[in-house]
């Protein structure tokens, strides 16, 4: 079955950086786009952004644009997101989730980032 | 950017009684290929999003068949025939034909 379990949530300073992983498994993780979907406290569902299956094309959404990176690593059925000079405002829970043309049909339990001094 | 407004903001409904959650986009969600990649996602109390509506009204694996969509276009509905104490939550569209956006969010309690 498919399971996508994201881990790397911790509490960081404003300005600091960090790197969240999403291992994935039960499913040929290389073909399929993925995604970062973050909920802030008490708020609903933003996007992130998406990774192609072999190619690396990546698209950000604006918020996050030159401040977050997303990558893979097929070999090991890994999806990263590596965020730098984070904010108070990037307080969330971090979903990964897999992107099957058009719908996100299957989604990781979610790590949590606080951003705070 | 394609934006999703949902409406209403919050519903309490009677249990076996139906439940209506519209979405209306910014923009039309016909993509080049001709599907219109409009979804819905439940979002129980401390869960993660699950996938329940995919293409407007395809159900997905595992969902009961009291929840529907259907739409086209710009306007989009989500229906539960008979609400019962499980589908407590919140209730998103999200569209995958330009990028990805989320409405706000409704949210589902029982009278």
């Known amino acids: 079955q498919v399971q996508l379990v994201e881990s790397g949530g911790d509490l960081v300073k404003p300005g600091g950086s960090l790197r969240l992983s999403c291992a994935a498994s039960g499913f040929t993780f290389s073909i399929y786009y993925m995604t970062w979907v973050r909920q802030a406290p008490g708020k609903g569902l933003e996007w992130l952004g998406h990774i192609s299956g072999t190619d690396n094309f990546v698209f950000y959404a604006d918020a996050v644009k030159g401040r977050f990176t997303i990558s893979r690593d097929n070999a090991k059925n890994s999806l990263f997101l590596q965020m730098n000079n984070l904010r108070v405002e990037d307080t969330a829970v971090y979903y990964c989730?897999?992107?099957?043309?058009?719908?996100?049909?299957?989604w990781g339990q979610g790590t949590p980032v606080t951003v705070s001094s | 950017d394609v934006v999703l407004t949902q409406t209403p903001v919050s519903s309490l409904v009677t249990l076996g009684q139906p439940a209506s959650i519209s979405c209306r986009s910014s923009q039309s969600l016909v993509h080049s290929d001709g599907n219109t990649y409009l979804s819905w996602l439940q979002q129980r109390p401390g869960q993660p999003p699950r996938l329940l509506i995919y293409e407007i009204s395809r159900r997905f694996s595992g969902v009961p068949d009291r929840f529907s969509g259907s739409g086209a276009g710009t306007d989009f509905t989500l229906i539960i025939s008979r609400v019962e104490p499980e589908d407590v939550g919140t209730y998103y569209c999200?569209?995958?034909?330009?990028?990805?956006?989320f409405g706000q969010g409704t949210k589902l309690e029982i009278k």
């Open positions: 989730a897999r992107w099957n043309v058009g719908p996100l049909d299957f």
């Open positions: 999200m569209q995958g034909t330009q990028l990805c956006s």
